[in-house]
């Protein structure tokens, strides 16, 4: 399947502060999914992006599709304790069967 | 967004057995797929369920393991054969639309003994 290299691995930040993770891919992708996971559930939609360039926010939350089409970054602004857990992001390959390939994950603990 | 329930929740089996993972939508779907989780791992695509003909698997995987049904476009099952404790994960079913985001159950966690 598709490699996408998430970065950084793990954060720990002090509650306030804000987070910035992204996704590179070895293919050009036609969409890309950001998701948070918490312990014992399936991985919940945050943000969804279909274009390149486009910039998306949803509350604190801000995503970018890369312009080449082989990246996006997910910020989070202010960040909360709630705001713990894994955040993976996904990417569809242009011209396949509609399937989503995940990123490697970025653990994300905020201090309070 | 598609509502996605998994049955069962959670499981632990004794190797050798198999074990069959249900995934119920609660409208129609077009594509339906199945992921693995490695314990402090990303998702790691099986294959797709196709709604009346075979599922569509990744490199790595094969029907005599992970046979697939898909009988109509709101429910399939994946079954997890001849069980090793390697196979203990997270199996976790998706939906999307053509185009347009995927959404995911809670999972199914798998434990072999």
């Known amino acids: 399947g598709q490699q996408l290299n998430q970065s950084p691995q793990s954060m720990f930040i002090q509650e306030g502060e804000d987070v910035s993770m992204n996704c590179t891919s070895s293919s050009i992708f036609n969409t890309w999914l950001w998701y948070k996971q918490d312990p014992g559930e399936g991985p919940v939609l945050l943000i969804a992006?279909?274009?390149?360039?486009e910039l998306t926010s949803n509350g604190r939350l801000t995503a970018q599709f890369g312009i080449t089409r082989k990246d996006s970054f997910l910020n989070i602004s202010a960040s909360i304790p709630s705001d713990v857990g894994i955040y993976f992001c996904?990417?569809?390959?242009?011209?396949?069967?509609?399937?989503?390939?995940f990123g490697t994950g970025t653990s994300l603990t905020v201090i309070p | 967004s598609a509502v996605i329930s998994q049955k069962p929740s959670r499981d632990i089996c004794q190797r050798g057995t198999s074990l069959t993972i249900q995934c119920q939508v609660d409208s129609q779907v077009t594509m339906m797929f199945w992921y693995r989780q490695q314990p402090g791992q990303s998702l790691t695509l099986i294959a797709t369920?196709?709604?009346?003909?075979?599922?569509?698997?990744e490199s790595g995987f094969v029907i005599d393991k992970f046979p697939i049904s898909r009988p109509n476009l709101t429910f399939s099952t994946l079954t997890v054969s001849n069980m090793s404790p390697e196979d203990s994960s997270i199996y976790l079913c998706?939906?999307?639309?053509?185009?347009?985001?995927?959404?995911f159950g809670q999972g199914t966690r798998l434990t072999v003994v």
């Open positions: 369920a196709n709604q009346g003909s075979e599922a569509t698997y």
């Open positions: 996904a990417g569809r390959v242009s011209g396949t069967g509609n399937q989503f390939y």
């Open positions: 992006l279909y274009k390149a360039g």
């Open positions: 998706s939906t999307a639309r053509m185009n347009t985001e995927a959404f």
